[in-house]
């Protein structure tokens, strides 16, 4: 029988420290709340018995949101073992920022990095600018379009390749009023002059408020490549979940 053991060391001292942060704030109101929206992500599990794995993830995001300007940034990584051998290994960032034209018509600058050892990816670079649109803008329900050129930088197995794309995105958001919300986004780059090279990058998921400051979220992510180095598969599936610290 498989043992299953969570390490949540760290993740039990921010559960205590958002508790007595949470009573604390209940007594008083703040004054200089931070304009940025930023949470850190934790997760780490580990198995012992029959099987012998290890999988560690992090990720940090932020964003700020104002009349005229969107900005958000974030950076994540994990990486795991099956019986001492690698099986995860991946460094990734993203930034955008958005400048609103009106009140849902936007111009963005978008900047992604990308490392996947298991994929023989040793870095992929891509940079678009663009426009991009808003179908829904509510308060708790957004839901935009956009699209752009790009540039690939990338070494896949030991090919260095530069190449430009269209990049085609959108991405939706809903937030309960309990504190939860749902999210899912997707792009497609196709390359230009070689329109059978592209690439797919999706995501969904979902998050649980358990406190002010804490949260329990769960994501799957989806990264299709339909021609990956030499002996890879083409689509990688990722299932990360943890708890988030909010500040």
Known sequence: MKKHILISGILTFLAVFSYADDSTKSAMVSTNQSAWDSSILAGLSLSRGNSDTLLTTVAFKTRRKTPENEFAFGADGSYGEDNSVKDNEMLHGVGQYNHLFTERLYGYLNAEGLHDGIADLQYRFTFSPGAGYYLIKETNT???????????????????????????????????????????????????????????????????????TLSLRVTLQDNYINQPAPGRKDNDVSLISGLVYKF
Request: proline share 4%; charged share 30%.
């Open 142 to 212: 957004t839901l935009a379009v956009e699209a752009g050129p790009a540039l690939i930088f990338q070494r896949l197995g030991d090919v260095d390749t530069t190449y430009a794309t269209i990049r085609l995105a959108e991405r939706f958001e809903h937030k309960l009023d309990n504190g939860a919300r749902v999210w899912e986004k997707a792009e497609f780059l196709p390359q230009v002059d070689k329109p059978d090279n592209f690439l797919v990058n999706a995501e969904i998921g979902a998050e649980a408020a358990l406190t002010r």
